[in-house]
């Protein structure tokens, strides 16, 4: 819906684009209505939660997904190895 | 664009040729409200939320006084009395209409004609106060008026009659009409809207919103039964209140619901005793001025007759802007007009006057308050009004009557169409001039105000409390004095504006998009 009537908008640079998607984004939180000091509250606020959230995966998403696929390849892959084990 | 498929519901068309009651209309009667798109309603109640959150942080602000508190506050020495000003609405007021309003209110310097001259105003403390700048913006496309044959006009055969009867009579009446205040003016007057309407005899107040508000108590009271839809006027709900007797809501314009009640109502009787109600009256407006539907007046007429109920009809907005004579959605419908037991409407839209008037008996004249109390109307007014109501009769021996009933007619169809084709939310019946496009969040109401401004286009919107809360919308009012230019460029520059804040959220598209694109049928119309 956005890229379909961004094409008839004809932007000239990409500068443009970029400020008619910040003016969405005003429009769609409301955020258009507030003075410029509530709109930097907000903006704030809002960065730094997507920061923390971007910290925080960037730190504990690859060990969480080491650690899940381990336990599913233990569940699948670790039974030939036990019984091998046992013969052996 | 897959997942908007997923996310929305289906929209609601309804064609009624045939319904359960056969051949009670002479033509389709084709009325839609397209459901809103679910993810727009969690994106507006989002938005809502948001605001009420910075609202809140406001008043802490206002309370312990870090901020200047410019709003209407109790005094020092009220403080420990219920307060006043804590109720949902004035929260709303303070926090959410303050910041859009310069939107509305907009002062206006000259006649409201199909254009006009706005006085410009900037605000220097986000619209807690105005200023004007001196500069007159002019020629500003009027698409807010509720001027549908175009009477709201200063030169031409109406302005220069009323003109001279001001020589004559003055402006002010200085009494009430029991009194000395009823000039051959407004007996001639009401014979003409009598003759108009097609009854034996009709009266006028100066004021519609005291037309319904005072009259309604006078016609039924307690011990009677009043059936009233449920997005009726304010008028008609105070008036309703007013009377004392028990109030009935039924769904907008549905039969069924109305059935249903009419027939729980003869059943059960009064609610203690089960006595029969002594009257039943039920209460609908020619068209709804926030939906732009048109009330289903074949079906209320085969229902009040099947069950003995009378009909109080309110054409504020449908008088001389429907039907083939211009007589309002009785002539739209082909009904007789001795059907309708009590007909009232405004001459504030198609006749460029103020005022409203009913259709009833001389027992009105002794018994309402409006007719005892009021100051009659203003004489120029009346000739506005006679020699309005001539023009669209044709008796003053021009064809400009029928000219402009026609031209309203298909500047409706036009600019619904065109509107439609482009891919807006556009409520109501397919022949209405009053036509809500939906706008939905809360931050797209102040913004598409201004922008329309920006290019010279002046429109009217609207949300809470006047709509529900997710429902505001843009409000567009068809003129016969509109041309076919003047809606061109209306209709480039809605769409324009509609693609820069993203308002095209309906679903379906009309058939023709697939014979030519879609572009080169939007664009070849702007002419800058």
Known sequence: MICASACKMNFKNLREYLAWLYYQYLLITGIYVLEPWEKSIFNSILFSAIAMVIYTSYVFVPIHVRLALEFFSGLFGGQPESTMALMN | ?528
């Open chain 2, 1 to 528: 664009m897959l997942s908007e498929y997923l996310f929305s519901f289906s929209f609601w068309f309804q064609v009624n040729v045939a319904s359960q009651y056969g051949t009670l209309y002479n033509r389709p009667f084709v009325e839609s409200f397209e459901e809103t798109p679910m993810l727009v309603a969690v994106l507006t109640y989002m938005g809502y939320g948001i605001l009420t959150i910075f609202g809140y942080l406001r008043d802490f602000l206002r309370h312990w006084k870090i901020e200047k508190c410019h709003i209407a506050r109790e005094k020092e020495e009220q403080k420990d009395f219920v307060p006043l000003y804590q109720d949902f609405e004035n929260f709303y007021t303070r926090n959410l209409y303050m910041r859009i309003r310069d939107s509305w209110n907009r002062p206006i310097c000259s006649v409201p004609g199909a254009k006009m001259d706005l006085l410009e105003q900037a605000s220097h403390d986000f619209n807690w106060t105005f200023e004007y700048t001196g500069r007159i913006v002019q020629d500003v496309i009027n698409l807010g008026s509720y001027n549908y044959l175009g009477f709201a006009e200063n030169t031409g055969p109406c302005a220069d009659s009323a003109a001279e009867v001001t020589m004559k009579y003055g402006v002010g009446v200085a009494s009430t009409r029991q009194e000395i205040g009823n000039l051959e003016k407004h007996e001639e007057m009401e014979k003409l809207v009598a003759r108009f309407l097609g009854v034996e005899s009709a009266m006028a107040f100066g004021m519609g919103f005291a037309t319904n508000s005072m009259n309604i108590p006078a016609l039924v009271g307690k011990g009677c039964l009043i059936l009233s839809d449920e997005l009726n006027h304010t008028s008609l709900v105070l008036g309703a209140r007013l009377s004392g007797s028990t109030i009935r809501v039924f769904k907008h314009n549905n039969m069924q619901s109305l059935e249903k009640l009419l027939r729980d109502a003869i059943v059960h009787g009064q609610p203690r005793t089960h006595r029969p109600w002594k009257k039943i009256l039920i209460v609908v407006e020619g068209i709804y001025s926030m939906e732009g539907s048109i009330v289903r007046l074949p079906e209320v007429i085969a229902l009040k007759k099947r069950y003995r109920a009378y009909l109080y009809l309110d054409e504020a907005h449908s008088i001389g802007a429907l039907g083939p004579r211009g007589r309002g959605v009785v002539d739209y419908f082909g009904v007789d007009s001795h059907d309708v037991d009590v007909m009232m409407g405004t001459f504030t839209k198609s006749f460029g006057a103020a005022g409203g008037y009913i259709e009833l008996i001389e027992y009105l004249r002794s018994h309402s308050h409006s007719a005892v109390y009021a100051t009659s109307m203003s004489p120029p007014v009346v000739e506005q009004i006679i020699t309005s109501m001539k023009c669209i009769m044709g008796e003053d021996g021009t064809t400009i009557g029928c000219e402009r009933v026609r031209q309203l007619a298909e500047n409706t169809v036009y600019f619904r169409k065109r509107l439609r084709k482009m891919g807006f939310i556009i409520y109501g019946n397919k022949d209405s001039p009053v036509i809500p496009m939906m706008l939905y969040m809360p931050a797209k109401i102040g913004a598409f105000g201004r922008e329309m401004l920006k290019r010279n286009i002046g429109v009217v919107v609207v949300g809470f409390p006047a709509t529900p809360i997710i429902e505001s919308r843009a409000r567009f009012c068809i003129s016969a004095a509109h041309t076919k230019d003047m809606l061109d460029r209306a209709l480039s520059v809605i769409s324009e504006v509609g693609d820069l804040l993203q308002l095209k959220y309906s679903r379906r598209r009309m058939q023709p998009s697939l014979v030519r694109p879609f572009d080169n049928n939007m664009y070849e119309d702007i002419d800058d």
